[in-house]
């Protein structure tokens, strides 16, 4: 699916953000600059605060040197994970990603550091660079329980899509929309 630009790529994360779930992982995969913490900040901010009082925009900095930020949302807390700066996949025990595991959404930039340890239900968001300048592409790959919901989010985007311009998001002008699972 061609993105054209970083509006679309939040309308993306709206649409993601309202299919997640407590135990939920979320691979973003993609070069530097490719949009992963963009469409991560949109997710997050899609989500309802835990708590009423708290504000729904909330600043999502890049956990690139902290590895791991935690944001109290709705459905669940959700864990924004960077793993660019580990160096061995042995690193990741440190992070205390099992505590999430069930409880939480994890969403996880850089996920090819984890190594062996891929849970074998995940959403894979692969985002590169497209040809108009500030356009990206996304593939999305459903993994176990992900295979499933792919099909609900596929209808909701093709959906906005047809609403926002007119055209049919399987062959419109925004590109193809590319989906596996």
Do not use: C
Request: overall charge negative.
């Amino acid at each position: 699916m061609a993105l054209p630009d970083e509006t679309a790529s939040l309308a993306l994360a709206r649409a993601l953000a309202g299919r997640l779930r407590a135990g939920d992982v979320v691979f973003l995969i993609g070069d530097l600059g490719t949009g992963k913490t963009t469409l991560a900040r949109g997710l997050i901010n899609a989500l309802p605060p835990a708590k009423a009082a708290a504000a729904a925009d909330e600043d999502v900095p890049s956990p690139t040197f902290t590895l791991v930020q935690i944001y109290e949302r709705r459905p669940a807390p959700v864990w924004h994970v960077d793993l660019y700066r580990l160096e061995r996949p042995e690193e990741v025990e440190e992070l205390g990603l099992e505590e999430a595991a069930g409880e939480a959404i994890t969403v996880i930039e850089w996920p090819e550091r984890l190594g062996a340890r891929v849970p074998a239900d995940r959403l894979e968001v692969r985002l590169g660079y497209a040809e108009a300048p500030g356009a990206r592409a996304v593939e999305l790959t459903g993994f176990g329980a992900w295979r499933g919901r792919l099909a609900e989010i596929r209808a909701e985007i093709r959906a906005s899509t047809r609403a926002s311009d007119g055209a049919d998001a399987a062959q419109g002008p925004r590109g193809r929309v590319v989906t596996h699972g």
